[in-house]
């Protein structure tokens, strides 16, 4: 009797372990938390209390650009294209709303770190990669034709060190709205993009026809994006932004060189009102700390 008490001892002693153990790499249900991320954990979410898990597979693949487990989940013609807008916000309905405001934003983001990345790596002349960026910038993505598929949010606790050491705790809701439109409108989307991104002033003929290349491309990569060619499209983007950097720090030394008020101006771009500086903030907040959440 002794004997077998002692072995469900021990076998309690594993699953014990093997449970602290399970615990200590994932603490919420499925996010894998970053030591880099101010130690940034998923609190709340929703329908948690029917057992949903704090990151569901489709809307990390969404986040990735691949709709097929979303489409597949929902039953929906797989000929639609989805998307997702995300922001954060104070309280769930703050960031709610930026999402739903925000999606226009983020749709050009996504189309603009294609523009650079793929256009900006072949352009020689150093003043058409800041051409092409400002022209980027300041171009909108129009949406018209959506449908709202559906909703999920989740409530993240951050901590981090202030300058003096003190520890800080944030509480903050990240919301994803998903949207869907049939393969036509966004074709549109992507013209019209194109077409208004080509008219910026200070791109030329040759920057143009670039630019216009991508319609194709746009319109095949809709929301089936392989995680290769995405990881290969960021660092693309990376690699042009830090050379626009580059050169834009030559150019701020020679526009304070020369007192050039007008060269500043130019290299600050168009500046955002407030309204949507607020939702332009939120949008990227809610993607830098998604990254580290899925």
Sequence with gaps: MK?????????LIVILSMTVSMFAKDRTLGVKVKKNADNATVIDWTDRSLGEVSAP??????RRGNA?????????????IVKVSMATGKTEATAQALSRSGFAYAQAAELNQKVIGRVGQGLNDEGQLEALFVAASETKAEMAGLREETQFWQ??????????????????????????????TWDNICKKYLMDLMGGADLTSETKKKVGALFSEMKEDADK????????????????????ETERAKANAE???????????R????????????????????EDLASYLM
């Design 57 to 62: 597979t489709w809307l990390k693949n969404l």
């Design 225 to 244: 994006k392989d995680a290769k060619k995405q990881a290969e499209e960021e660092a693309l983007y990376k690699a042009q932004m830090a050379r626009l």
């Design 3 to 11: 004997k077998i008490n002692k072995k469900i001892f021990t076998g």
């Design 267 to 286: 290299l600050e771009g168009k500046k955002l009102d407030a309204q949507e500086a607020q939702t332009k903030a939120a949008v990227e907040e809610a």
């Design 255 to 265: 526009a304070a060189a020369s007192n050039a008020e007008t060269a500043k101006a």
């Design 68 to 80: 097929s487990t979303f489409k597949k989940e929902w039953d929906m013609d797989n000929s639609r």
């Design 155 to 184: 409530k993240v606790r951050t901590t981090k060190k202030d300058a003096k050491g003190k520890k800080i705790i944030e509480e903050k809701y990240i919301y994803y709205t998903v949207y869907s439109m049939d393969k036509t």
